[in-house]
């Protein structure tokens, strides 16, 4: 019976040893996925700003005018505009 219960208790610390080390493998594994997170979200951060900015660009008065003066768009001539209420 000794011989049972030695092998019963050395299988038993077999499988806690083997379930620490699948649950240390997946905390790694975890970490390394939060990482590649980390950076995805920082790149879209950056690309966010940078398209922010770029619409900031084309919306400016500055270019809308040159653009208008470039197709012949210019102010409406005195009494073309009609306010609709």
Request: proline share 5%; net charge positive.
């Amino acid at each position: 019976m000794p011989r049972l219960l030695t092998f019963g208790l050395a299988i038993a610390i077999v499988a806690a040893g083997f379930a620490m080390l699948m649950v240390r493998l997946e905390v790694i594994e975890e970490g390394y996925r939060l990482s590649s997170l980390k950076l995805q979200v920082r790149q879209l951060d950056d690309e966010n700003q940078r398209l922010r900015l770029q619409e900031a660009e084309l919306k400016s008065y500055q270019r809308l005018r040159l653009l208008a003066a470039h197709y012949g768009m210019g102010p409406p001539a005195p009494g073309r505009v009609m306010v609709i209420r």
